[in-house]
Structure formats: structure tokens, C-alpha cells
């Protein structure tokens, strides 16, 4: 609903921070019980540097078909204005303090726990809605 009522300039924005979001909250209990730590920044840095990383895949397929074409000054403009700001804001966001989490070793069980707990609140409440109770007695959050 939140989506339809967004000017359509706004849209594609919304899109790709949901999208984000989404793959961010499912890959941190992956993430965490893996490594052992969950980056804080991970979300925020994802809206800039997904689509920088798309910018940089596709530029990169371009420069390998038509490189003969194009010289090799083109490669170390691109290196210059794309691929060094990338890596120096990757490094400038991993250098943030707090930029990392540790977590303990059942973490990854843990978050499935907490989705399995919102899961089967959720079906209660759905199963209460079904049922025909009164609307004072189903709070919703």
C-alpha cells in the first residue's frame, strides 16, 4: 500500500531499498553464525554500493566488448572514476567505528528462533481474525 501512494520517480528507489533491506535481514543470521560478526553499516552501505557494483559489472562487460574500439585510455578513466572512489568507500565504511558486530556462535539458530516465534504469532492472530473474534479482543501490532 505504501508503495502505490509514492510518485512513480520514487518507485524504483523504494524498490531496490526494499529489496535491500529484505536481502540484508535474511543474511544476517547466515552472515553472523559464518563469520562471527554482522556489519552494522551493511544496510546502508548496500543502497550505495549494490548499485555502484551493478554500474561497475556493467561498464566493465562494455569495456571488454569494445575496448579495441574504444582505446585503453577509456580502462584507466574508468579505474580512476569508478573503480577507486568504490574501493576507498568501501574501505572508508569498513574503518567506521562499531562498524562490526561479533556475535556468539548460536546467533544463526537464535535469529531462527525469533522469525519461527514472530511466524506462529502471526498464524494466531491470522487464525484469530478467521474465526470472527471481536476486533477488541485481536490487538494488532
Request: glycine share 10%; net charge neutral.
Amino acid at each position: 500500500p505504501l508503495r502505490q501512494k509514492l510518485p512513480w520517480l520514487l518507485k524504483r528507489p523504494a524498490d531496490l531499498l526494499a529489496v535491500t533491506a529484505c536481502a540484508q535481514a535474511g543474511a544476517v543470521p547466515i552472515i553472523g553464525a559464518a563469520f562471527g560478526y554482522v556489519a552494522l553499516y551493511g544496510l546502508l552501505a548496500n543502497l550505495v554500493l549494490v548499485p555502484w557494483t551493478g554500474l561497475l559489472l556493467w561498464t566493465g562487460l562494455a569495456l571488454f566488448l569494445f575496448d579495441p574500439v574504444l582505446g585503453p585510455g577509456v580502462g584507466a578513466w574508468v579505474h580512476r572514476s569508478l573503480i577507486a572512489p568504490y574501493l576507498k568507500a568501501v574501505e572508508t565504511i569498513a574503518e567506521l567505528p562499531g562498524a562490526v558486530l561479533p556475535v556468539a556462535p548460536g546467533f544463526g539458530l537464535w535469529c531462527l528462533l525469533v522469525v519461527l516465534g514472530v511466524l506462529v504469532l502471526r498464524a494466531i492472530r491470522d487464525e484469530l481474525d478467521h474465526r470472527g473474534y471481536p476486533e477488541h479482543l485481536v490487538q494488532h501490532s
